[in-house]
C-alpha cells in the first residue's frame, strides 16, 4: 500500500508542475499560437498518461488492479488527439481546460475529506481550496469575459492556482498519512 501512495504522490507532484508551467506560459503568451499551446498541453497530458501506465506496469505483478490502468489509458489518447489535432481543438479550449480544472477540484476535494476523516487541523483549508478551483473551472466554463485573450489569461492563472493547490494538498495528504502510519506502527510496538 504504501508504494501505491508513493507512485500517486510522484505522478500527481509531476502533473501540478506541468500544470503551473503551462499556466505561467499562458498568463505570459496570451496572443501566442495555441496550436503550440494544444500541441504542449496534448503532449503534458500524454506524458501523465505514461505515467499512470508505467506505473501500473510496474505493480501489475502485485494484483494492481485493472480499473488503475483506465487513466492512463484516457489520458494517453487524448494527449495524441490534441497533439494530432490542434486545429479541431481551438473550439473546445474553453471546455478542456474547465473540465480539467473541475477535475483537479474535484480530487482536491477528495482530499479534503481524507484530512476531515483523520481529523487534521485546518482540513477546511484544503476543502476551500478544492472548491475554489472547481468555482473556477466553472467559470472558465461560463466565459464571462469575451475576448479570447482574456479568456487564455483567466485559464493561466487558474491553472497556477490549481498546481499549487494540488502542491500545497499533495502536501498535507503526505503528512497525514505519515501520522497515521506512524501511529499504527506505534500501536503495533505496544503488543
Known sequence: MKSILHE??????????????LGLT?????????????ILLGFAVF???IIYLLGWVAK???????????PGVVLCAIGVWLMTNPESVVIL??????????FHGVVDLQGA????????????LDLALGALTVALGALIL?????????????????LIF??????YIIWRLSRAFRQVERELNDDQSDW
Request: proline letters at 3%; hydrophobic letters at 55%; glycine letters at 8%.
Open 8 to 21: 500517486q504522490r510522484r505522478s500527481s507532484i509531476a502533473a501540478a508542475a506541468v500544470t503551473i508551467l
Open 26 to 38: 499562458l498568463v505570459w503568451w496570451p496572443s501566442g499560437s495555441v496550436r503550440l499551446l494544444c
Open 47 to 49: 506524458v501523465t498518461g
Open 60 to 70: 501489475r505483478r502485485e494484483s494492481y488492479p485493472m480499473v488503475l490502468l483506465l
Open 93 to 102: 479550449i474553453q471546455y478542456i481546460f474547465g473540465a480539467i480544472l473541475i
Open 113 to 124: 475529506v481524507v484530512l476531515m476523516k483523520q481529523s487534521w487541523a485546518r482540513w477546511w
Open 142 to 158: 461560463i466565459n464571462p469575459f469575451g475576448t479570447f485573450s482574456a479568456l487564455i489569461m483567466l485559464i493561466g492563472g487558474a
Open 162 to 167: 490549481d498546481g499549487i493547490s494540488d502542491l
